[in-house]
């Protein structure tokens, strides 16, 4: 049973470009959220997605934003890329909303 | 805003010694989570507490819902050098809220 996955592992990208991040999610799940975990903090919530329609929003610019797929998958794009978008981006996946998510590995993305 | 607060942020201790980390909140979630994340990767769920007072053990691990379902406490008994890594716990309340984590260090 495959767990969440993510790609890709690592990025670079520079300031003002824009970048997409994709996440399958646990087998069986059918809610992805994304966070965003800068260096010594916890993950910060991005956004959750759930058939298809953002469902929560945290507190990141309209630069943020994504998508779900039929088949439960789902991306994260960042336009206009600031050098503090630089982290680990985070996918956890769960059944509905209910509060027992699993994270994938993340995807490192650095600005330059 | 929701927030949680953990304590100790940084904790190195030796093998074999016992430790208390600690996850407080004005707020009142209807579960909390605690997690353990190794360097560049995902955090992984260790548990699950939903009932106000709710002690949860996972080997020599004992977790600890509060009461009023606002703070909780990890305890691991004779520690490993396995223990290492960051501690994460998050509440829920409609959707997730993280700490910022202790990092825990077992020497040999």
């Known amino acids: 049973d495959a767990g969440v996955t993510q790609s890709p592992t690592h990025l670079i990208k520079t300031r003002g470009q824009q970048v997409t991040l994709r996440c399958s999610p646990k087998?069986?799940?059918?809610?992805v959220s994304w966070y965003q975990q800068a260096l010594g903090q916890g993950p910060q919530f991005i956004f959750q997605y759930y058939e298809e329609e953002e469902r929560q929003r945290g507190n990141f610019p309209d630069r943020f934003s994504g998508h779900q797929f039929p088949n439960y998958s789902s991306e994260l794009n960042v336009n206009a890329l600031l050098l503090g978008d630089s982290a680990l981006y985070l996918c956890a996946s769960s059944w509905d909303v209910t509060y027992e998510q699993y994270f994938g590995p993340g995807t490192r993305l650095t600005v330059t | 805003t929701q927030l949680l607060e953990q304590s100790p942020q940084f904790l190195s201790i030796q093998e074999g010694e016992n430790l208390t980390v600690y996850c407080n909140s004005s707020s009142v979630f209807s579960s909390l989570q605690w997690y353990r994340q190794e360097p560049g990767e995902g955090p992984v769920l260790l548990v699950t507490v939903v009932t106000g007072g709710e002690v949860k053990k996972l080997k020599r691990l004992t977790f600890q819902f509060g009461d009023a379902r606002k703070d909780s406490s990890l305890h691991i008994t004779a520690a490993q050098p396995g223990d290492t890594g960051l501690y994460l716990c998050?509440?829920?309340?409609?959707?997730?809220?993280f700490g910022d984590g202790t990092t825990l260090t077992v020497k040999p």
């Open positions: 087998s069986g799940h059918d809610t």
């Open positions: 998050a509440g829920f309340a409609g959707k997730s809220t």
